[in-house]
């Protein structure tokens, strides 16, 4: 299908002319990533920007970096360019994990993680793993960066911490202090381009520490902090996972929509919850499935 809706193109050469464009359109201009997102939206008339801001010339927001115990995702990092990096999969296997479930390998080539966390929709891959690791969003405007930690970022159903004139400079991600294993479980309808009806994410550290998190199950991703609360401090067992699993309900609020039904999704969540905690826990310790297998 065409694009109808007339616009204009720009394609800055600085971070600071593309901050310039966003100022001077301001609520009529949309920054333009990989447009897997963007570009959709506009062909379906949900999107009719004034201004579209190509930033994929700008270099600096390529780098993809492990310095001083982070990882800096540049904001055109794609997902394919994090699947194929060593350090990615060595040292933030669940960001890993995560990226290897999105889409397919054509969206993946063009589809960027700071694309994916600024479209905000509630089945959004990244956000489970960015949440668990504890992620920091970094953003420019014409007053300079601003620091906006993940926990502060999602606001809604396409809704963000994002104010008129910023783009997405990068995204740091601390490496945890501990050993630590993770597991993401994404339940599709099928395998390949189908965003999640439910997204499980568990970061297990050494120590019997937890962290929980689920996409797809509300209007934004978050993290389970009272199954977090339950777990932590104690070793895993199935009698855990049972107490874990009845906590759900009070987690999650999942609706009924064209990919799922809400008892479906309530039910698959705990079923989820229950493979990624004994993957996560076997990995730390050695054991567990491959990263990538799929569990569900
Ligand atoms: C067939 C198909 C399958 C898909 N499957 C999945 C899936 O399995 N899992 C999943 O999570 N998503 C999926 N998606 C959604 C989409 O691919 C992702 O959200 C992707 O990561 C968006 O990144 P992008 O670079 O293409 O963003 P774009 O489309 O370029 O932009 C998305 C939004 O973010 C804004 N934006 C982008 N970059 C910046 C920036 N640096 N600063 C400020 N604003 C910015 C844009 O203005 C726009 O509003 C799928 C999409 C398609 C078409």
Same mark, same amino acid.
């Given at each position: 299908?065409?694009?109808?809706?007339?616009?204009?193109?720009?394609?800055?050469?600085?971070?600071?002319?593309?901050?310039?464009?966003? @100022?001077?359109?301001?609520?009529?201009?949309?920054?333009?990533?990989?447009?897997?997102?963007?570009?959709?939206?506009? #062909?379906?008339?949900?999107?009719?920007?004034?201004?579209?801001?190509?930033?994929?010339?700008?270099?600096?927001?390529?780098?993809?970096?492990?310095?001083?115990?982070?990882?800096?995702?540049? !904001?055109?990092?794609?997902?394919?360019?994090?699947?194929?990096?060593?350090?990615?999969?060595?040292?933030?296997?669940?960001?890993?994990?995560?990226?290897?479930?999105?889409?397919?390998?054509?969206?993946?080539?063009?589809?960027?993680?700071?694309?994916?966390?600024?479209?905000?929709?509630?089945?959004?891959?990244?956000?489970?793993?960015?949440?668990?690791?504890?992620?920091?969003?970094?953003?420019?405007? =014409?007053?300079?960066?601003?620091?906006? %930690?993940?926990?502060?970022?999602?606001?809604? %159903?396409?809704?963000?911490?994002?104010? /008129?004139?910023?783009?997405? /400079?990068?995204?740091?991600?601390?490496?945890?202090?501990? #050993?630590?294993?993770?597991?993401?479980?994404?339940?599709?309808?099928?395998?390949?381009?189908?965003?999640?009806?439910?997204?499980?994410?568990?970061?297990?550290?050494?120590?019997?520490?937890?962290?929980?998190?689920?996409?797809?199950?509300?209007?934004?991703?978050?993290?389970? =902090?009272?199954?977090?609360?339950?777990?932590?401090?104690?070793?895993?067992?199935?009698?855990?996972?049972?107490?874990? =699993?009845?906590?759900?309900?009070?987690?999650? !609020?999942?609706?009924?929509?064209?990919?799922?039904?809400?008892?479906?999704?309530?039910?698959?969540? =705990?079923?989820?919850?229950?493979?990624?905690?004994?993957?996560?826990?076997?990995?730390? @310790?050695? #054991?567990?499935?491959?990263?990538?297998?799929?569990?569900?």
């Amino acid at each position: 299908m065409a694009i109808v809706h007339e616009f204009n193109y720009f394609k800055p050469s600085s971070i600071d002319e593309a901050i310039e464009l966003l @100022n001077e359109y301001g609520a009529k201009a949309r920054v333009l990533s990989g447009g897997t997102d963007l570009v959709v939206r506009i #062909k379906d008339g949900f999107e009719t920007p004034d201004a579209v801001i190509d930033i994929k010339g700008l270099e600096e927001l390529k780098t993809l970096e492990f310095k001083d115990n982070k990882l800096i995702v540049g !904001s055109l990092v794609t997902f394919n360019e994090l699947i194929d990096n060593e350090t990615v999969k060595e040292k933030f296997p669940l960001l890993w994990e995560s990226a290897k479930t999105v889409a397919s390998m054509g969206i993946r080539n063009r589809a960027t993680m700071a694309g994916n966390i600024c479209s905000a929709v509630p089945s959004l891959d990244s956000g489970p793993a960015l949440l668990l690791y504890e992620a920091t969003v970094v953003v420019k405007g =014409k007053d300079g960066e601003r620091r906006i %930690p993940i926990e502060e970022w999602f606001l809604g %159903p396409r809704k963000t911490a994002l104010k /008129e004139g910023e783009l997405v /400079e990068y995204i740091e991600i601390p490496l945890p202090q501990k #050993k630590h294993a993770g597991c993401y479980v994404k339940l599709g309808r099928y395998n390949g381009e189908d965003l999640a009806q439910v997204g499980v994410g568990v970061l297990a550290l050494s120590g019997n520490e937890y962290r929980v998190a689920f996409c797809a199950v509300g209007p934004k991703p978050t993290r389970a =902090k009272k199954i977090e609360s339950l777990l932590n401090g104690k070793e895993l067992s199935d009698s855990l996972i049972e107490e874990a =699993k009845k906590l759900v309900e009070e987690e999650i !609020s999942p609706i009924t929509d064209i990919r799922a039904t809400k008892e479906y999704r309530m039910h698959m969540a =705990k079923v989820m919850l229950d493979r990624a905690l004994k993957a996560a826990v076997g990995r730390l @310790n050695g #054991k567990g499935p491959d990263y990538g297998t799929r569990l569900i």
